[in-house]
C-alpha cells in the first residue's frame, strides 16, 4: 500500500487470508484522507470492498470528529476501485440497482 498513489484500502491488500474475502458477506475498509494528505481531518470513507448480496464496490462518506470518534452524515461518493474490474460484473450491479436482481438466493 506505501508504494501505490491511491492510498485506499483494496481487496488485494486484505488477501493475506482467503477467509477475508471468501467466507465473508461484506467487506469494509476504513480510510481517513487526513492521514494521507495535507488536509483537515473531518472525514472519514467506508468503502464497500465486497458486499455478496448488494452492489459494490461502494463507497460512503461520513463527516468526522477525530477526537471522539464520531461519523454521521453519510452520503455515497463515487468510487471505482483500481485494478479490480475483473471481480466486480458491472452489469450485475447495474440491472440490481434497477431493481431487477435481488441477489443470491440460498
Same mark, same amino acid.
Given at each position: 500500500?506505501?508504494?501505490?498513489?491511491?492510498?485506499?484500502?483494496?481487496?488485494?491488500?486484505?488477501?493475506?487470508?482467503?477467509?477475508?474475502?471468501?467466507?465473508?458477506?461484506?467487506?469494509?475498509?476504513?480510510?481517513?484522507?487526513?492521514?494521507?494528505?495535507?488536509?483537515? %481531518?473531518?472525514?472519514? @470513507? *467506508?468503502?464497500?470492498?465486497?458486499?455478496?448480496?448488494?452492489?459494490?464496490? !461502494? &463507497?460512503?462518506?461520513?463527516?468526522?470528529?477525530?477526537?471522539?470518534?464520531?461519523?454521521?452524515?453519510?452520503?455515497?461518493?463515487?468510487? %471505482?476501485?483500481?485494478? @479490480? *474490474?475483473?471481480?466486480?460484473?458491472?452489469?450485475?450491479?447495474?440491472?440490481? !440497482? &434497477?431493481?431487477?436482481?435481488?441477489?443470491?438466493?440460498?
Amino acid at each position: 500500500m506505501e508504494s501505490r498513489d491511491d492510498k485506499r484500502p483494496t481487496r488485494e491488500a486484505v488477501k493475506g487470508s482467503s477467509g477475508w474475502i471468501d467466507v465473508g458477506d461484506t467487506l469494509i475498509g476504513w480510510h481517513r484522507p487526513a492521514l494521507f494528505k495535507r488536509q483537515p %481531518d473531518v472525514t472519514i @470513507e *467506508a468503502l464497500i470492498l465486497k458486499q455478496r448480496y448488494g452492489v459494490w464496490p !461502494l &463507497a460512503v462518506e461520513f463527516d468526522f470528529d477525530p477526537m471522539f470518534g464520531w461519523a454521521s452524515n453519510g452520503r455515497t461518493i463515487p468510487y %471505482d476501485q483500481p485494478g @479490480e *474490474a475483473s471481480d466486480n460484473d458491472s452489469s450485475l450491479a447495474a440491472e440490481f !440497482l &434497477a431493481g431487477k436482481k435481488k441477489g443470491r438466493s440460498r
